[in-house]
């Protein structure tokens, strides 16, 4: 599966945004690599379904960690500009481009944190295929 077009760019969000879509590329197409990798019944004896879902299964983690520290990556970067321009605002608070930078800092911070919630979604729902059509293969090992 495709690899992001590289490092995770924290400071501009809509590339942020960007690369997050192209790391979900794996999740978004889980339906079809299940389809065309793992077998229907009257096929299983021509492809080895448990490697083959034991594959899958560990890209789609390997996707889900990574995807996941890089926002909370982006999230640390974001909350320490936010940090120090909070504490340049209450040395200056009359200075509006500080408020104004300040400001934008924030709203961009929650949006990365939305990130979050929206990878778990997304993670819950490739799980949910995953699991409704490798079940009989393969069982993944149980998270501590």
């Known amino acids: 599966m495709a690899a992001p ?30 389809n065309t990798t793992v077998p229907t019944a009257s096929f299983s004896g021509k492809v080895d379904a448990a490697k083959t879902c034991k594959d899958l299964y560990e890209s789609l983690m390997e996707a889900h960690l990574s995807r996941e520290k890089a926002i909370k990556k982006c999230i640390r970067e974001t909350s320490a500009v936010v940090g120090q321009l909070r504490e340049e605002r209450a040395k200056d608070s009359d200075n509006l481009s500080l408020i104004k930078q300040l400001r934008k800092e924030q709203t961009k911070l929650k949006l990365m944190q939305s990130e979050l919630n929206v990878e778990e979604v997304v993670n819950d729902r490739s799980l949910k295929v995953f699991s409704e059509r490798c079940r009989i293969y393969y069982t993944p090992p149980k998270i501590k």
């Open 5 to 34: 077009s590289g490092p995770l760019n924290c400071e501009d969000f809509s590339m942020f945004q960007e690369v997050l879509k192209v790391m979900r590329t794996i999740d978004d197409r889980i339906v079809h690599a299940l």
